[in-house]
């Protein structure tokens, strides 16, 4: 398969190929499955990209009045924005391979786990008393209690929380995200799924947004074990149709010829779907566009290859070219900044 098609492909299923209009925020996240969302200003980004033009606002009132959508550590150990229904799924697959971790990380930050478990607990009184509550008033809590609440623990022990099914990410608050009891926010979690039966929904869904791909770009995604990967793929088999050494779900719509300029969000889907970026970053740019350190830059696209990076600063975008671009191209994403700054 050319590296043209698989961009035409892996684009189109992303979202990135439909014209920008107004579509619902759950939406674009089914079709995706999960968003990275460590930043939420970045996951709105990756949304707007994918025609979710109504808004901060809109996005926002999805996570907090409709609870459409929720947020919690889940793939990979990372925040992921996922709709209210794969939650639980999603949650019963990827706890189990988080939380060793961030137990380990938690002694390293020198939280026993004696204090581990209270801190838990005390987490959990917190929010059923006063919740939704934000980090700092959850870590006045933990430091009244003599637990250690500084830099990065209180982060882990409410991602150890989340893994148990206690915690999710509530109401925006502020611009920023509240913590509040599971069960408050999102009513009584439903039986998990047979595990082989989840296994096949996610290679399912995975395709479904990231399409073609193999079982080692979605153990990547996921964190699952490459021998995971594969039983889900195989519990599917029927559904699916070769792309060369990759395999896509069969019952898909073909991609267009051309995709649209778009400029993509730091932490795009985009670029975070596959083992390998190569397919959308040139080798020769790669480190501008992901350069070290956990760091995935917003990147300005154009047919699903990557053509710079790009900032805002207040109303203004500037453009970071890896080249000169075409006349048509460079007219687009000016566009395309002018959304950006609307949105």
Known sequence: M???ELRRLRAAGQGLARPLESVEPRAVITGLLAVQAQDLRAARLALRARGAGGGPLEIDAALTRQRSLVVTWLMRGTLHLVAREDHGWLLALTAAQNAAPIRRRLGELGVGPDDTE???ALIERALAGEGPLTRPRLAEHLRAAGIHAEGQAV???LALAAGRGTVVLG????GGHAFALARDW???PASPPDRDVALGELARRYLLGHGPAGAVDLAAWSGLGLRDARKGLATIARELAPHGDLVALAARPDPPRRLPPRLLAPFDPYLLGWRDRGFAVDPAHARRVHPGGGVLRATAIANG??????RRRGAEVTIDAFAPLA???????RR???RVVAF
């Open 2 to 4: 050319s590296g043209a």
């Open 155 to 157: 982060p882990h022990l």
């Open 305 to 310: 290859r990557a053509v710079g990076t790009w």
């Open 327 to 333: 006349p048509t191209v460079d007219a687009a994403l």
């Open 186 to 188: 999102l009513g009584p």
């Open 171 to 174: 109401p925006v608050q502020g």
């Open 118 to 120: 209270r801190a838990v």
């Open 336 to 338: 395309e900044a002018g």
